[in-house]
C-alpha cells in the first residue's frame, strides 16, 4: 500500500507555488525560511487578486452588492478558520494582523484587569519575543512578574517543573506550540490539564504549529490560541485570536472605533458583541479573503500529508546536518517540526546566512526574537534552516554541500 508520502508528489506541488521557480543570484532559490513567512500558492495571489479586480467593498457597512459580496467573503474565511482549529463556534474567532496582535488582545483585554502586585504570568524559556513581551508590559503597570519556566540542553520544557510554577499568583500562563528556535512541540494538552485542575487559562502561541500540524483547540483544552496567517501560506497582516467564548464575552475591547459598537453617544457607549468588538476600523479584508484560500489549501494537501512529509525531510535534514564537521545543532526535542537552528565552529551566523544567499539559499539568521532562549544556549545568534511541505531532499543537499563551501571559506 502506497502511502501518503510516496504518494506525494512535490514537483506539483512545487508547481503552485510561483516564487519557488525563481532564481536568486543566478541560482535556484532553495527557501529554507518557512518559519519566518511561508511562500503562497497561486490559490492564495488569485484569490486576493480576484478579489480586488471584483469584489472590493468594505465590510459589514454597505448594503450595495459589492458591499455584500465582500463581507460574504470575509465572513467565510472565519467559518474556514473556525472549522481550521475546530472551534465551538464562529464567534470564537478573532481576526487579528496576526500572532502579536492577538496575544496583546489577551495581555490588554484579559489579563491586566486581573492582574495585581505580585501576581505572576508563567512562559517557557523558548517563547517568542511575542510571548514575554506583552505581558512584561502589562506586568510593569500593575507590579506582577513573567516567571519563565526551564527547559533542558536538548530543548526541551521541563513539564514538573512548568506545572510546580503553577501557583495561585499565576492569572494566566503562556506556551508555544511549536518552538520557531528549536522546533520542539510542546505537550499542550499535558499542560492545559495542569492549568485547568488549577483555574489557570493557557494560552497557546500557535504561529508555528498551525502550519504543520493538526489543530484542535476542543481537543487541545486550552483557553487562547493565537495564530498567524502569513506563516499558514496566506498574506501577511493576517492571523487569529481563537478564545472561548466566555472568556471573549467577558473581555473588554481592547481598540476602539467603528464597527465594533452596538451603540455610541457622549454619556456612553455598548459594544457589539465577540468576535466584532475585538475588530475596530476596517480590516484586511482581502488578506482574510487570501488566508481562506490558505486554509483550503492546507486542507486539499491535507495536513497528515504534510506532517508526514515534513517528518521525513526533518529526519534527513538532521542526518545530513550532524555529518557536518564542527556543526552544533540546537534543539532535538523528540516531538519535532522540521526547523533547525545550527552554528558551524569559527563562523558567524549572518556571514554563514549572507553566504549561503549567494548560493541562492535562504536560511534566517539572528535571535529570533527569542533572546532569552540564545542567553540559555549562551549564543547571540544562530542560523536558521525551516522547511516546508514544498521542499526537498535535494535543497538539504544544496544547503549542506554550500555550508562545506563556507567552512572551506571561513572556518
Ligand atoms: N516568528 C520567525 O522567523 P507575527 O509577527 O505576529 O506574525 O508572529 C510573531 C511570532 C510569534 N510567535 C512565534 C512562535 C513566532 O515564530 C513568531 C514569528 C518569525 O521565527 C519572525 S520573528
Redesign the pocket.
Known amino acids: 500500500m502506497t502511502s501518503a508520502r510516496d504518494a506525494f508528489d512535490v514537483a506539483r506541488i512545487r508547481a503552485d507555488f510561483p516564487i519557488l521557480s525563481r532564481r536568486v543570484h543566478g541560482k535556484p532559490l532553495v527557501y529554507l525560511?518557512s518559519?519566518?513567512?511561508s511562500q503562497k500558492p497561486q490559490a492564495v495571489i488569485d484569490a486576493v487578486d480576484r478579489f480586488y479586480r471584483e469584489t472590493n467593498a468594505n465590510v459589514a457597512r454597505a448594503v450595495h452588492a459589492l458591499g455584500e459580496a465582500a463581507t460574504s467573503a470575509y465572513e467565510s474565511a472565519r467559518d474556514k478558520l473556525a472549522r481550521f482549529v475546530n472551534a465551538t463556534t464562529r464567534d470564537e474567532v478573532v481576526f487579528t494582523?496576526?500572532?502579536?496582535?492577538a496575544?496583546n488582545t489577551v495581555a490588554y483585554s484579559y489579563v491586566l484587569p486581573r492582574l495585581s502586585p505580585g501576581d505572576e504570568i508563567l512562559v517557557t524559556r523558548m517563547?517568542?519575543h511575542?510571548?514575554i513581551v506583552p505581558w512584561q508590559l502589562v506586568a510593569a503597570r500593575t507590579g506582577a512578574k513573567v516567571v519563565p519556566a526551564p527547559i533542558t540542553p536538548s530543548g526541551e520544557l521541563i513539564v514538573e517543573e512548568f506545572v510546580a510554577r503553577l501557583n495561585p499568583r499565576v492569572k494566566i500562563a503562556g506556551v508555544?506550540h511549536?518552538?520557531?528556535?528549536l522546533g520542539t512541540i510542546n505537550p499542550i494538552r499535558e499542560l492545559a490539564k495542569a492549568c485547568r485542575a488549577r483555574g489557570i487559562p493557557l494560552l497557546v502561541?500557535g504561529?508555528?504549529a498551525a502550519p504543520h500540524l493538526r489543530v484542535d483547540v476542543q481537543a487541545l483544552g486550552c483557553d487562547f490560541y493565537?495564530l498567524?496567517g502569513?506563516?499558514l501560506f496566506g498574506p501577511t497582516g493576517t492571523?487569529i485570536l481563537w478564545a472561548r467564548r466566555e472568556h471573549l464575552a467577558a473581555m473588554p475591547p481592547f481598540f476602539g472605533g467603528g464597527e465594533m459598537i452596538r451603540t455610541v453617544s457622549f454619556d456612553g457607549t455598548t459594544f457589539a458583541d465577540a468576535p466584532h468588538k475585538f475588530e475596530a476600523g476596517t480590516p484586511n479584508i482581502a488578506g482574510f479573503v487570501g488566508l481562506g484560500a490558505a486554509i483550503d489549501y492546507v486542507n486539499e494537501v491535507g495536513l497528515d500529508t504534510i506532517g508526514a512529509v515534513e517528518r521525513d525531510l526533518l529526519a534527513y535534514a538532521t542526518e545530513a546536518l550532524k555529518s557536518v564537521p564542527g556543526l552544533r545543532l540546537f534543539g532535538e526535542a523528540k516531538e519535532k517540526a522540521a526547523v533547525l537552528s545550527f552554528l558551524i565552529d569559527g563562523v558567524h551566523a549572518h556571514d554563514l546566512a549572507t553566504l549561503l544567499d549567494q548560493e541562492g539559499i535562504a536560511v534566517?539568521s539572528g535571535h529570533?526574537?527569542a533572546h532569552p532562549l540564545m542567553q540559555f544556549f549562551g549564543v547571540p545568534a544562530t542560523a536558521?534552516a525551516?522547511l516546508a511541505f514544498y521542499n526537498t531532499r535535494d535543497e538539504v543537499d544544496a544547503l549542506v554541500a554550500a555550508i562545506a563551501k563556507v567552512r572551506k571559506l571561513l572556518a
Open positions: 525560511d518559519a519566518n513567512t494582523s496576526g500572532t502579536t496582535q496575544i517563547e517568542h511575542a510571548n508555544t511549536v518552538s520557531n528556535v502561541d504561529s508555528q493565537a498567524t502569513h506563516k492571523g534566517r529570533h526574537c536558521r525551516s
